[in-house]
């Protein structure tokens, strides 16, 4: 979707703030809402790409004045209410309904290093043989979905060299979408700055980007 | 968003969905385990051993995985290296992609959107928002994270460090030069010289 969070290549919005010894948490909230949302994950009810999409669903004003953690909350009950585990009126009030079933958390504390250490990978293996090589020149296709994708608009039908294959990972695409996962190569892509940006862009520099062979055509 | 945020917890409690002993384990691991301090030993490991480098670069997956570092925001690892002609940057312009097993979670800046809007479209101007001014002769690369592959700058190791062991080299190495918005530097003579440069602090 064409959203704001779709940021790449905007101006405005400000100088980048540097903050000296950040802590890893500003606010106590912070590292609970952190821990809530990756222990909700163990529901297996959404996934990634669908938990992006979820934020990136927040209405424009909205994304750009809330703060990050702000933002997976406000994500995570919409995947909250839409998969069945809690309702507005539940999150509103803080009590669980009359009546509602009690159930028995999938991540417990003595898991809780293992399933981070074991991560979650979303190389798969397909059958089929890679469209595109290192060194092929391509051309990113001018889609414009109005669900996830992870071409950015910057990047869009803009030519580009293949520099390394990653192999099949998880389609983000149709995996937001509950539409399975359709596996299938990824590739890391040069972009020169020019033809991104124009004469005015560094004549050496180049952007890198990884994305999948549905958004490549060659060139 | 205090009370918000508690007030959902204890709905999640209540309900089952969620073990509080679980959460806290959750937080101990990012603010106490899994930090930049993993990334520094990585970046002193391939400065001090050519084969290590080598692994690194041909697959830092499984060369990182080596010191233990694995897991989460990390399962597809990629390191760039930087070198007098090219200097790398990462950024994630659709939100917030970050090498959490080597580096941990991101620091504000990273996620704002004064970064992920202009490191891709103006790299040396964002570079000078953070004291780093790069020569025109050399190439700015950035990686834009758009897929799960978690990219991991390799610094160029100082000039003046040769005499150092692995962990010294380590407790120069700054979160900052291993996404690419600083450089490694040896700390300012205690006399006062030319001044520490920004990649030096922590």
Known sequence: MNGVHDMGGMHGLGAVVHEADEPVFHERWEARALAITLAMGWWNKWNIDATRHARERIPGAEYLRMSYYEKWIAGLEEQMIAAGLVTRAEIDSGRAAPGAPHATPPLTAAGVAATLARGNSTARSVPQRPRFKPGDRVRTRNINPAGHTRLPRYARARQGVVQRDHGAHVYPDSNAHFLGEQPQHLYSVRFEARELWGVNAGVRDGVCLDLWEAYLEPA | ?202
């Open chain 2, 1 to 202: 968003m205090a009370l918000r945020v508690k007030a959902l917890e204890s709905l999640l409690v209540e309900k089952g969905l969620v073990d509080p002993a679980a959460l806290d384990a959750v937080i101990d691991t990012y603010e106490n385990k899994v930090g930049p301090r993993n990334g520094a030993r990585v970046v002193a490991r391939a400065w001090s051993d050519p084969a290590y480098k080598a692994r690194l670069l041909d697959d830092a997956t499984a060369a990182i995985a080596e010191l233990g570092y694995i897991g989460r925001q990390g399962e597809h690892m990629v390191a760039v290296e930087n070198t007098p002609q090219v200097h790398n940057l990462v950024v994630c312009t659709l939100c917030s992609c970050y090498p959490w097993p080597v580096l941990g979670l991101p620091p504000v800046w990273y996620k704002s959107s004064p970064y992920r809007s202009r490191a891709v479209i103006d790299p040396r101007g964002v570079l000078r928002e953070f004291a780093l001014e790069l020569p025109a002769a050399v190439e700015i690369r950035v990686w834009d994270s758009t897929a799960e592959i978690r990219y991991l700058v390799l610094p160029q190791r100082p000039a003046g460090s040769e005499g150092m062991n692995e962990e010294q080299l380590a407790a120069l190495v700054t979160r900052d030069a291993m996404v690419g918005v600083a450089v490694v530097s040896l700390p300012a003579p205690a006399a006062g010289g030319a001044g520490a440069a920004r990649g030096v602090r922590p």
